[in-house]
C-alpha cells in the first residue's frame, strides 16, 4: 500500500509541475497565433536592425509625417520573417506602407520588443 501511496503522489506533483508550463504555452501560442488587430502605416523606416542575444529580432521604427513641416509621430515594430526584412532592407529611404497586426499580451520579448508584427512592404511612389 505504501508503494501506490507514493506512486500517487508522484503523479500529482508531476501534474502540479506540467500543468503550468502547458498553460504557459497555451497561452503563448494563443497570443502569437491571433492578433487583436490589424492595419496598415505609412512612412519612412529611419531605424532598423537585428537584435537580441539568443532570440534574434529584428527591429524598427516607422517616421510617420501627417503634413510637410510637422513632427514626425514614431511607429515602432518588430519583424519576425526574414524575406519581410529583406525587403524592409531593400526599401530604407523611400516612402513604405507596412502592413501589421498587433499582438497583446506577448509573454516575453524573446519574440519581439513590440506587439506590432509588420508581415508585408510596399513601396509608396
Sequence with gaps: MEQSTQRRWG???GIALLAPIGLFALYTWLVLN???????????????????WVCKTWEGELAMVSMPGTMSEKFYFT????A???????????????????HVGVPTS????TEYFVTGVRVVE
Design 11 to 13: 503523479w500529482w506533483l
Design 34 to 52: 491571433w492578433s487583436y488587430s490589424s492595419g496598415e502605416r505609412a512612412g519612412f523606416v529611419q531605424k532598423f536592425s537585428n537584435k537580441g
Design 79 to 82: 519583424v519576425h520573417s526574414d
Design 84 to 102: 519581410v526584412a529583406a525587403n524592409i532592407n531593400q526599401s530604407l529611404g523611400k516612402k513604405v506602407t507596412l502592413s501589421y497586426e498587433q
Design 110 to 113: 524573446c519574440f519581439g520588443d
